[in-house]
């Protein structure tokens, strides 16, 4: 591998006989199989030399990284004499670090050692049993995982344990988190997280009974928060945005078409890979994060040309089977989080007001989008992988809020009724009657019912 990176034979000798050659070289071919350009394999060559001379290196004890903090400060002493730009050496010891510990740890070299979370045994022990005894989804599982975690930390800081808990402690927990901002749905989350926890502890004699009935979560009120997404023209705007031959867009626009066509979640797309696309079919099998099952969906012309685009322009020769990969060597995966954040980005910049711009926001534009072109609540469902009937219907009532664009026009229904007693309330649903579809009354009515304006015995 050096005689691919070095030119002269000096300086290749100077290579071959630096300390652990062999392992430099095992590590160089590593990345060159990875994909790593020759101007970066030249660089990460140079750096090894250095990291292998300044490093005491044994093959018996492993390496920390406060040792290659030492090693790097003691690089960047000498680098200081030929160089007066502070911002370069700070990238550069950066660098130096950051291939030193790859480097290490690809050899098994690097004391990785983590300290141990607060009741992790306890914590492990009650997830197993959310996944192998409820057969709760593992999104379900981490959505648990991640919202007890505060709650260990805080108890960990004040040198509490688990079995001497109280009702008094938890709600100073929750008086904590007020303080730091928690809005009442996450609050609300971490409660049911809790409650659900000392329910197993409990019967596991790891605490006190009865702790988890003494857990309280604030109110939380049907349909309280609608979905909002874009308006579909918005949508459209967003799909021609990312229609040019910029190798990032044109992965971009695969991404956001299986969003915003199928109203994919983000992770589901995350997760895609190229045995998922049957194109003699033209199927596409997405992985169900909540159902825990395959779906089938007929492969739309429009997503089919933009991930075949991918495919053979973009998209890097890799032994990786999912879909959407770096377009940078390393190549790998793209995580939920990565995807989420590009699509996030395209969505600010439409120059339009939402309460969020994650990639979540086109599947509400798709759900809002095929209710009104009259698909009905069944088929919609069907369409996002929904498993009740009420997690559909919220997009009815966020239509019936649309409607007219505007509240002020069921106002202008309202006002324009006669006001003889208990007859406005007929007129003004008759009205309304004649401005929408048959299939809109009842929601309609719902909404004026809850909103105080209609009273229900008059329907």
């Known amino acids: 591998m050096f005689t691919q990176l070095v030119k002269t034979p000096l300086t290749l000798a100077r290579y071959r006989n630096g300390p652990f050659a062999r392992e430099r070289e095992q590590y160089l071919t590593h990345l060159s199989q990875r994909g790593y350009g020759k101007g970066r394999l030249t660089g990460i060559n140079n750096q090894l030399l250095a990291i292998a001379q300044r490093l005491r290196i044994s093959v018996h004890k492993r390496v920390t990284k406060a040792e290659v903090s030492e090693a790097a400060e003691i690089w960047m002493k000498e680098r200081r004499q030929r160089s007066s730009l502070p911002h370069s050496l700070v990238l550069a010891k950066t660098d130096f670090i950051s291939i030193a510990c790859n480097w290490l740890r690809f050899l098994g070299w690097l004391d990785e050692a983590r300290p141990a979370l607060p009741f992790a045994d306890q914590r492990d022990e009650f997830l197993i049993h959310l996944r192998e005894d409820r057969g709760l989804s593992e999104a379900t599982t981490i959505h648990r995982k991640r919202t007890l975690e505060p709650f260990f930390s805080w108890l960990t800081a004040r040198g509490g344990a688990i079995a001497t808990v109280t009702p008094r402690d938890i709600s100073e927990f929750f008086s904590a ?160 989080a990565s995807l989420g954040a590009r699509v996030g980005t395209l969505v600010r910049r439409l120059g339009i007001k939402l309460a969020h711009y994650g990639p979540h926001a086109l599947r509400h534009a798709c759900a809002t989008h095929l209710l009104a072109q009259g698909l009905s609540l069944k088929q919609i469902g069907d369409h996002l992988g929904h498993r009740s009937a009420q997690a559909t219907r919220i997009y009815a009532k966020s239509m019936s809020l649309r409607y007219a664009k505007s509240p002020m026009r069921l106002s202008l229904v309202w006002s324009s009724a006669p006001s003889r007693s208990g007859r406005k309330h007929k007129v003004f649903f008759s009205k309304l009657s004649s401005c929408l579809c048959e299939r809109w009354r009842i929601l309609v009515w719902e909404m004026c019912y809850e909103t105080g304006i209609c009273h229900p015995r008059v329907h």
């Open 177 to 336: 988190s007020r303080a730091h901002g928690w809005a009442r749905p996450t609050i609300s989350g971490c409660a049911y997280s809790l409650r659900s926890f000392f329910r197993y502890a409990a019967s596991r004699s790891w605490c006190a009974p009865d702790i988890a009935e003494t857990i309280d979560k604030p109110r939380l009120y049907c349909h309280e928060g609608l979905p909002q997404g874009p308006a579909w023209k918005d949508v459209q705007r967003l799909i021609e945005s990312v229609s040019d031959a910029n190798p990032t867009h044109i992965r971009n626009r695969a991404v956001i078409l299986l969003l915003a066509v199928y109203a994919f979640r983000i992770n589901e797309v995350s997760k895609l890979t190229l045995d998922d696309i049957d194109w003699e079919a033209e199927r596409l099998h997405v992985r169900r994060s909540k159902l825990k099952k395959v779906e089938q969906y007929p492969l739309a012309t429009e997503v089919g040309t933009a991930i075949l685009r991918y495919l053979k322009e973009v998209r890097p020769s890799s032994s990786r089977r999912e879909l959407f990969l770096t377009l940078r060597a390393p190549y790998r995966p793209l995580s939920a």
